[in-house]
């Protein structure tokens, strides 16, 4: 026995304890529980993955549970695509997303829906063999493919331009290599798979070719399980709080630490910041972090975290935006306004989405319908 014939066991073992380590450990991502309940969701399809695929590897596909984990596996694109825009702090049209999700969703299962009624694999393919759908499956499973690799480069490029509210030290910066180096990984993985379905490597022409079939679950499940666990690690110890900014995001064990602290009220060094922004135009640096302005007064980045949440309520990127979005005001009502784009780089953002995503949060407006709406 080799490591290729107990990797879908493998998986599955380490899928379940990647779940409990995701759902019961109180650090690394925060305060949001989407954010753990979205990743939570990540692993148990590819748990769920190779829980298929072991029962089918073990009873030679002579078994009515066989692919039923591809009928959800378009939606570990969506998923992780959404869970990148959760622990970076960016906005997404979640409605948009959810109509798009449910529709490409019920247009999979009513075409994989003369699929069900086969209870083996041996049925399975004695259909295709026999028919003209064989074609047609080529087709879906090249399409979701493809629409799941462009999700993992959309996630990757988010993960990569959403920028950090403090610098990171040798630690954290490792770990943050790491997440993004697992990501395109992962995509030259997805594409190779790919590549190597559409020349035949692992295509099953008749039942008696199982064992290719077998060979190629087997390798799929073990880089998969690699890559979960080195994935799920690094996101895991890395902070959410470098993207947020937000006291509340930090792990316990610090939080403790400073509401021991010196800071008993924090509304005097609020008072500061807020001036200290305002008198100096900090929010007009798009790169602003947080090490910047506790270098400036003299205080910890947690505590100058700390006083924005309390006073402001809010975190510290919608301290910073809120700034920028006042000024962006007074600069759309001129009489000669210079362009939307314009005016969100004078301002302090680095791109027209990141400025009208801020822009609506704030004003629930996008920034042509606040022209309009206060034309004189």
Known sequence: MNLLDIAPLLCLIIGLLLLVFILFRRSGLGKDKKIRFVLATIVFLYTFTAFDYYITINNKGSTSYFGISYLFTHLIGFLLYYFVALFTNTAISLKKWLLIVIGYTILRWVFLFPLF?????EEFISFVEQSKYDEWLDWEYIIMRLVSILLFILAFFRLKQSPLVLDLNEKENLKYRWIKLVLIAFVVLQVGILISD???????????????????????????????FVFTFSIIHFPVFAFTGNFEDLPKST?????????????????EINSLVKDEKLYLDFDIKLNTISE????????????INQNAHMSFPDFINSFRIEE?????????????????????FNS?????????????QTPTEFKKSNKI
């Open 117 to 121: 009624k086969y209870e083996t694999l």
């Open 198 to 228: 559409i020349v035949g490597s692992f295509k099953i022409e008749n039942y008696e070719e199982f064992e290719s079939y077998e060979a190629y679950m087997k390798f799929e499940t073990l880089l998969i399980t690699i890559f979960f």
């Open 255 to 271: 939080k403790n630490k400073y509401a021991k602290s010196s800071l008993t009220d924090s509304s005097e060094l609020f008072n």
């Open 296 to 307: 400036k007064l003299g205080k910890s980045v947690h505590h100058i975290s700390q006083a």
């Open 328 to 348: 962006a005001k007074k600069k759309l009502l001129e009489p000669k306004p210079d362009t939307i784009f314009a005016i969100s780089l004078d301002v302090g």
């Open 352 to 364: 027209k989405a990141a400025f009208y995503s801020a822009f609506k949060k704030s004003t629930s």
